[in-house]
């Protein structure tokens, strides 16, 4: 969406905002003042906002949550619910920074409007290439689980010969392709609506494994203090999703509502997260993969609904997550009117994806790496660095001051933690 649909009542929207106090509840009601004199927007209704965001913040992730309750015991449950809240907030936050100005559309916009032109470019350069290399990761998953599905499948065209993971990827890419090349986020809600009813039946096949087969027998440790790095780094992974927030936002038909889509969205997110994270350590316990459905056995069939519905995941939400970058390239060489360079565009960006993903070794240890550490800088680090570079005239000493300062010190430390973790990994696969 460009900027100009927003022009209108700037100057008021700007002096308002920024005479807002930091307390939340000084804060709330002249926000919602503010949220009134947004403009109307024939966009997304709140139920499809709801699919949109949830199956934003509701990634591949859920995967790993078993291993990841292995890995810092019973008592980390209480930090996953932590980092849940802490991630939510920082969603509001990002909300909030949104309404300093009515210009604002986009994340690097935000860090334009607390930072300057230098706020942009450093949210935009790690916005970007944490949801690129998001995308590619997707087209990995793809790849790896059909390969491993459907064994020394190959084709031949041309003398050329494609086989195993890179035609499975080649594949999964076409049928992503068409979902690229919507720009409304309100049809993207029914592809949307695919990638969570692929987690529902996720866990239910969690679920369905353990009653028939398995049962729930394992105990696990109560707390494992030298696994907790890797944990708390996987939990903050699983609520990655901040960067698309503002075009979602953007998106609404009714913005105001953004703060409830947003609250009804971690919800739901953390209820499914917990749920596989409990199924599968009690199913598996210490012997938990890095991936529960690896645990699982291939001649059962709740073990291939699993598989099937797992790789349903990033084909609902590769669409959703390369948007901001198509419109960012669409905005910087004015082509955002232009249907068939858009079309091109789209389709560019996501060959190159295949590409990468088709050619890169070791790429699930260097994403580990680079995942981390990027989502924690767009989930926590920037909202909160933003919210007060903007809200400066507000009160120091306040008890939300505080609180987002104790953010930033946790976004930090998890950031060391999981680099350094990641980095482990890498070297210790070479």
């Known amino acids: 969406m460009s900027s100009e649909t927003f022009v209108s009542g700037k100057d008021d929207c700007t002096a308002s905002s920024l005479e807002q106090p930091l307390l939340f509840h000084d804060n709330e009601d002249n926000i919602k003042d503010l949220e ?119 084709i031949e065209f041309a003398s050329i010969r494609i086989q195993g993971k890179q035609l499975f990827i080649i594949l999964a890419a076409a049928i992503i ?66 960067a698309v927030f503002p075009t979602i936002f953007t998106s609404m038909k009714e913005r105001s509502h953004f703060s409830k889509v947003l609250l009804i969205s971690s919800v739901l997110c953390t209820l499914n997260y917990g749920l596989t994270a409990v199924l599968g350590y009690l199913m598996y316990g210490k012997d938990l993969e890095s991936q529960v459905t690896l645990n699982l056995p291939m001649s059962k069939i709740y073990s291939r609904i699993a598989i099937y519905t797992t790789l349903i995941n990033p084909l609902a939400k590769y669409a959703l997550l390369i948007s901001p ?50 989502s924690v800088m767009a989930t926590v680090l920037f909202p909160c660095l933003c919210y007060l570079k903007i809200y400066k005239a507000a009160r120091v000493w306040s008890v939300e001051l505080v609180a987002i300062i104790g953010i930033l010190a946790i976004g930090v430390l998890v950031a060391v933690m999981g680099t350094y973790t990641s980095v482990q990994q890498i070297i210790d696969s070479l």
């Open 325 to 374: 970058i198509t419109t960012a390239i669409e905005g910087r060489i004015s082509v955002l009117g232009n249907r068939s360079v858009s079309l091109v565009i789209r389709t560019l960006l996501l060959i190159s994806t295949v590409i990468i993903a088709s050619s890169v070794p070791f790429f699930g240890y260097l994403m580990s790496f680079i995942g981390s550490f990027l």
């Open 36 to 154: 009134g004199q947004l403009p109307p927007f024939n966009g997304s209704s709140f139920s499809r906002t709801c699919l949109n965001l949830t199956n934003a913040v509701s990634g591949i992730g859920v995967l790993s949550m078993p291993y990841a309750l292995s890995q810092g015991g019973w008592l980390s449950l209480a930090l996953f619910f932590f980092v849940g809240i802490v991630c939510y907030y920082t969603g509001i936050l990002i909300q909030r920074c949104m309404h300093a100005d009515p210009i604002i559309a986009t994340y690097p916009d935000i860090g334009q409007h607390a930072f300057g032109s230098k706020g942009r470019n450093v949210i935009a350069f790690f916005m970007y290439v944490e949801l690129y290399l998001v995308a590619i990761s997707f087209l990995i998953l793809e790849g790896d689980n059909l390969d491993k599905l459907f064994p020394g499948v190959s």
């Open 177 to 242: 392709l068409p979902t690229t090349w919507c720009r409304n986020l309100s049809i993207l809600a029914f592809v949307s609506a695919g990638g969570l009813l692929a987690s529902v039946i996720l866990t239910g096949s969690l679920l369905w494994a353990g009653v028939a087969e398995t049962g729930f027998h394992q105990k696990g440790d109560v707390f494992n203090l030298n696994g907790l790095p890797t944990a708390l780094g996987l939990y903050f992974v699983c609520f990655t999703g901040h």
